[in-house]
């Protein structure tokens, strides 16, 4: 039996559905759907308003589809350390409901498409700025940072902020001070967000040789670093105020939302400072207050694109 005999016999095994079910999750839903609950307060804010529905959708297919493009090429050339990690343990390549050259084919087909689309039917700009996403992501990050640096997330974040820009420029055509704001606001947020679930899983990255800071670095050499991020991602938000500008929802929303994710950052640092092991900090706390963080920031920046009040500065 030849190799291409072999690997059909083994797919063979999987039913339609499940192998259908692998392809989506290559593209990782769940970051997908954390990546577009920003793309639309931000249209929100670029139109003073809802825009048109047919762009707000346009812009969100070509959104997903970017992201399940870096996505799935990012699992493709992890392959090697997700089967290694108890974290990554059931991503499809892993399992093998879907092979490798299956996953290299479908996320290349995704980047093309979600560029095609976005040139075609939204513009120019949000195009550019989806292939530069997808690259950044992938090479840069995937290729170039993850494996070599402490300071992988830090960097590699930047793909995750680029949805604020194609949203934006989806709207206007262009880019402007507000959108790059909102940029070094998920920028400023990527670590305090992932390092906690570093933490978490640091033997599974010191296992496959992933330097993550929480790896290379004591918990309260990481506490002390979630702390800085925290406080100048709260200080970002607050410029966002004058720069948009926006009204009085999102100001209170966003000193109120920077002060508890302030107190729960402080709250890692203290438990940094009274553990003797990385077990012991409950990192998962802060992890899950990030993503609700997030969202409620966004959320409430999208109330006040669309309620009629006095922005605080005009």
């Known amino acids: 039996m030849t190799a291409v005999e072999d690997a059909r016999g ?33 249209m929100m804010l670029a139109q003073r308003g809802l825009p048109p529905l047919w762009l707000l959708g346009a812009t969100l297919v070509g959104g997903t589809l970017a992201a399940g493009s870096a996505n799935a090429l990012n699992c493709y050339i992890d392959r090697d350390i997700d089967m290694r990690m108890h974290r990554t343990g059931k991503r499809p390549l892993v399992t093998g409901v879907v092979s490798p050259r299956e996953a290299l084919v479908f996320g290349l ?61 989806a709207v206007t055509g262009s880019l402007s001070w507000t959108p790059w704001v909102l940029f070094a606001v998920i920028f400023l947020w990527t670590p305090p967000h992932y390092w906690p679930l570093s933490i978490k899983y640091r033997a599974d990255y010191a296992e496959v040789g992933v330097p993550m800071l929480p790896v290379v670095a004591s918990p309260l050499t990481v506490g002390r670093q979630v702390v800085a991020y925290a406080w100048a991602m709260v200080a970002a938000t607050l410029v966002l105020v004058p720069i948009a500008p926006t009204g009085p ?25 009274r553990v003797t092991s990385a077990d012991e900090v409950g990192a998962m706390r802060l992890f899950h207050t990030s993503i609700s963080y997030l969202t409620l920031l966004f959320l409430a920046l999208a109330v006040d694109a669309v309620v009629p009040l006095q922005p605080l500065f005009s």
């Open 10 to 42: 083994a797919r063979s095994r999987w039913t339609r559905r499940q192998r259908v079910a692998g392809f989506v999750a290559l593209t990782k839903p769940r970051i997908i759907e954390l990546l577009l609950m920003t793309t639309v307060p931000t």
């Open 109 to 169: 087909v995704l980047g093309v498409l979600s560029v095609a689309w976005l040139g075609l039917v939204v513009n120019g700009l949000s195009a550019l700025l989806a292939a530069l996403a997808i690259a950044f992501y992938v090479v840069v990050y995937t290729l170039g940072l993850k494996r070599r640096t402490s300071q992988n997330i830090v960097w590699g974040g930047a793909a995750g902020c680029m949805p604020v820009l194609i949203g934006w420029s």
């Open 249 to 273: 929802v999102y100001a209170v929303a966003s000193v109120l939302l920077g002060g508890w994710f302030l107190l729960e950052s402080h709250a890692l640092l203290r438990r940094a400072k």
